[in-house]
T-cell receptor
Framework: NAGVTQTPKFQVLKTGQSMTLQCAQD?????MSWYRQDPGMGLRLIHY???????DQGEVPNGYNVSRSTTEDFPLRLLSAAPSQTSVYFC??????????????FGPGTRLTVT | AQRVTQPEKLLSVFKGAPVELKCNYS??????LFWYVQYSRQRLQLLLR??SRESIKGFTADLNKGETSFHLKKPFAQEEDSAMYYC?????????FGSGTKLNVKP
């Protein structure tokens, strides 16, 4: 199993450009999440999904859109990039049931710079 | 509102010394708490969760509801423990992470 994969690994955008960060998992996990990691602030939840067709906002959703058309994929869209969105983005997935329900599997991250 | 606080950004200890990484939380119900770890050039991964009451790689963490704390402890640190450690709280499908503590174990 590849686990959770993210593309691209690095990206530089200009202010106002749009892009989609891709995330896929092959573990048949129902739950998927997007986080951003900023120095001194840890990981903050952007959006999450509890299953195909169901998404909800996290702590810092502004400027980002998500959709979940399949169990495997959970893309994150930046509609109009701003310098404040410069960050490292992590995707994660988990099976919510049982004792293992709290274990999130993380992707390798995407380092995004907005100039 | 839920909040997870890790007061130390950096903790440096010598090999063989005891380690305690602090985590305090604010939550009105019964929390589900976790420690996640990120080793250099590796992905963030689960270290342990409070409901399992387990010891992983010699680390333990006890939930103290009175002090709203979930400190991570290890009696004898090893160089391979050097990593970034995050405390996290799960509430209704949302995870809230602390700002992280970088543990540096010196030889």
């Amino acid at each position: 199993n590849a686990g959770v994969t993210q593309t691209p690994k690095f990206q530089v955008l200009k202010t106002g450009q749009s892009m989609t960060l891709q995330c896929a998992q092959d573990m048949n996990h129902e739950y998927m999440s997007w986080y951003r990691q900023d120095p001194g602030m840890g990981l903050r939840l952007i959006h999450y999904s509890v299953g195909a067709g169901i998404t909800d906002q996290g702590e810092v959703p502004n400027g980002y859109n998500v959709s979940r058309s399949t169990t495997e994929d959970f893309p994150l869209r930046l509609l109009s990039a701003a310098p404040s969105q410069t960050s490292v983005y992590f995707c994660a997935s988990r099976n919510p049931r049982g004792l293992a329900g709290g274990e999130q599997y993380f992707g390798p991250g995407t380092r995004l710079t907005v100039t | 509102a839920q909040r997870v606080t890790q007061p130390e950004k950096l903790l440096s200890v010598f090999k063989g010394a005891p380690v305690e990484l602090k985590c305090n939380y604010s939550y009105s119900g019964s929390p589900e708490l976790f420690w996640y770890v990120q080793y250099s050039r590796q992905r963030l991964q689960l270290l342990l969760r409070h409901i399992s009451r387990e010891s992983i790689k010699g680390f333990t963490a006890d939930l103290n509801k009175g002090e709203t704390s979930f400190h991570l402890k290890k009696p004898f640190a090893q160089e391979e423990d050097s990593a970034m450690y995050y405390c996290a709280l799960l509430n209704f499908n949302k995870f809230y992470f602390g700002s992280g503590t970088k543990l540096n174990v010196k030889p």
